[in-house]
T-cell receptor, first 113, second 115 residues
Framework: KNEVEQSPQNLTAQEGEFITINCSYS?????LHWLQQHPGGGIVSLFM???GKKKHGRLIATINIQEKHSSLHITASHPRDSAVYIC???????????????FGKGTKLSVIP | NAGVTQTPKFQVLKTGQSMTLQCAQD?????MSWYRQDPGMGLRLIHY???????DQGEVPNGYNVSRSTTEDFPLRLLSAAPSQTSVYFC??????????????FGNGTRLTVT
């Protein structure tokens, strides 16, 4: 079973700061997901990546397959970025079980005006 | 296009009662899944399905049943509710693309309290 560790658990930032959230996993994967859970509880998918880097607006996700590590960066943070950010990995393999994801416990981000 | 629709939003049950959490998606996704989210823990998979008529157990299946009679619907049944099943439940769906897969689409969650 893949172990997924996120750091930090909690993060408080001033508006405008550059933010980094980290995710490490223990065994080989076919894909890594970054999710955002709003204070109201809804979960949305931000990125799905298997190599390199993806960018969407002020959000950037990177992955280093050799080091089994991914980072989520937020540039020019804003109070509306306050949420829980969740990393999830899909393990290598085939068959129905390979669609399963293993989730980290999440990083709670608070951005103060 | 409604995405993933999950009902009810809130539910309170007494120990021993049964109920069904509904989940429907209109994106023609093959893969559907149920998760529970508890404080201090990551989302944990309860049951999943890769198509109509096909279901399998996830990490924490005890006390729950599922069925998949259509592509659109994937209800989760609590057979005899226990306080340990107090949690927030999420339904999610995606295509079953081999290799990297595709992004998950989540319902808005059901907050269940068992007294």
């Amino acid at each position: 079973k893949n172990e997924v560790e996120q750091s930090p658990q909690n993060l408080t930032a001033q508006e405008g700061e550059f933010i980094t959230i980290n995710c490490s996993y223990s065994v080989g994967i076919s894909a890594l997901h970054w999710l955002q859970q709003h204070p109201g509880g809804g979960i949305v998918s931000l990125f799905m990546l298997s190599s390199g880097k993806k960018k969407h607006g002020r959000l950037i996700a990177t992955i280093n397959i050799q080091e089994k590590h991914s980072s989520l960066h937020i540039t020019a943070s804003h109070p509306r970025d306050s949420a829980v950010y969740i990393c999830a990995v899909r393990s290598d393999g085939s068959g129905a079980g390979s669609y399963q994801l293993t989730f980290g416990k999440g990083t709670k981000l608070s951005v103060i005006p | 296009n409604a995405g993933v629709t999950q009902t009810p939003k809130f539910q309170v049950l007494k120990t021993g009662q049964s109920m069904t959490l509904q989940c429907a998606q209109d994106m023609n996704h093959e893969y559907m899944s149920w998760y529970r989210q508890d404080p201090g823990m990551g989302l944990r998979l309860i049951h999943y399905s890769v198509g109509a008529g096909i279901t399998d157990q996830g990490e924490v299946p005890n006390g729950y049943n599922v069925s998949r009679s259509t592509t659109e619907d994937f209800p989760l049944r609590l057979l005899s509710a226990a306080p340990s099943q107090t949690s927030v439940y999420f339904c999610a769906s995606s295509y079953t693309q081999q290799g990297t897969g595709t992004p998950l689409h989540f319902g808005n969650g059901t907050r269940l309290t068992v007294t």
